[in-house]
């Protein structure tokens, strides 16, 4: 049976920490989530902008509310705005005996002061069971300066818990470590520790909110704060590991609460990418355009409207691909961006041209947008072959598809029979390989910036596919 862990903190609209980190933190970690808001808060991603405490009576009714029907595990305490709030939870704590886990939110990793008067939580402190605060805090609490290695962060922790008998939290998150170590300490010493390695990632808020709050969940599960605090690392590092697949906000954003049961991200990001873009391969065989190409019913207008915007796009996207030639770090991918822009010189285009009687003498804006966002990603190697992969994959996905579609006496049957070639599926899956291997090495903004790239090519070539059948468009020039 779910322990019912009631998590009393504020609330954090971004979503990424107090009361819903806690909730989510809560039930990732097998525990029935309930909640008393003491305070709202502007926030988001960059930090807070405004905190308004809920009066501190309300506090107290909820959690008379809560605590008369519902029978309690466990108890997390977070932020707690001011004296008031902090001394109408303590009256109510006097009541129950569960175990209480309390994070003293003082002063947020972004540096916000969230607690009015720090004496106000002494009522507090010996109360709980064990304390989970930051650095920072943990100084402030004793009036101390702040440290800056792990041997002096336990003593000060010990110190801390000695001071109020209970149990402490050291967290090593915050030292200039490429480790992240954590430890209890209780008033006679160091308990247990626990290493990691540190994580490369800026999206780490709502850290605290989340490992003190699988800490008591975990503690009303296993009844023994040791192996609770090894089980709520284990869960924050695995929250943090898949943090990068979160996108939310600019700012430092949030650990991904549910990533332990979520299906394991596949270890290939271009089949994720290729997964991340199905509506929209979806939305291309669906287009009028690719269902009466394949189906023969095409109007010649249309085909050469296509076939002319192509050709104007193949200028510039040989170009392209003479630019990732340039920048490409290795002789194997010069050779390959080279030799795809020869291609389209001496091959495609002239291909183009002999389907067409007259040669549009303009781009649409369909087009140039299209050019322009490739052109617009050109400083960066792996950012520029991440916009040029669809040109490949998705023309090979749509291009096998058409040439099963052929027959004789097809409309269109020499140029479906163009559409799939071994050669083709070939230089298709070399360039999935070379846009692998750059985002195995690059960091996680360049990765960020690859898979938007990658995106929004794929929008392009849907709106390409599509422009031969909009409204407005005059065939008098195709």
Partial sequence: MSPNILSIAGSDPSGG??????????????????????????????????????DAQFVAKQLTSVSQDVHIDAVKIGMLANSQIVAAVAAWLETLSAPVVLDPVMIATSG???LETDSALDALLTRADVLTPNTAELAALLGEEQVSNWEELVA??????????????AKGGHLPSDRCPDALVGPEGLIASFDSQRLSTKNTHGTGCTLSSALATQYALLGDWAAALGAAKNYLHTAIAAADELKVGSGHGPVNHFAALLPPVSSDPMAQWWRDIGQLRAGIDELQFIIEL??????????????????????????????????????????FWAKGAQGILEGELQLHRSELRNLSPEPSDTTLNYVNHLSSCAGNYAELIAAIL???????????????ANHPGHRYESWLSTYSSVEFDEATAQAINMVTEAWQLADPTTRSRMWDAFRRSAEHELSFFAQSHAQGVDFSTA
């Avoid at 000695?162 to 149990?167: F, H, I, M, T, W």
Wanted: hydrophobic residues 40%; charged residues 15%.
């Fill in 156 to 169: 000060q922790s010990g110190r801390l818990a000695a001071k109020y008998s209970v149990l402490v939290v």
């Fill in 390 to 404: 669809p040109c490949y994959w998705i023309y090979q996905d749509i291009g096998n598809r058409l040439s099963a």
């Fill in 294 to 335: 394949s189906a023969g019913t095409l109007e010649r207008e249309r085909f050469e409207y296509y076939l002319a915007q192509d050709a104007l796009y193949l200028q510039r996207y040989a170009q392209v691909l003479t630019q990732a030639s340039t920048l490409a770090p290795q002789i194997e991918a010069q050779r």
């Fill in 112 to 114: 916000d002061r969230l």
């Fill in 17 to 54: 920490a107090g009361i819903q980190a806690d909730l989510k933190t809560i039930g990732a970690n097998g525990g029935y989530g309930m909640c008393v808001i003491t305070a709202l808060t502007a926030q988001n991603t960059h930090g807070v902008d405004a905190v308004l405490p809920i």
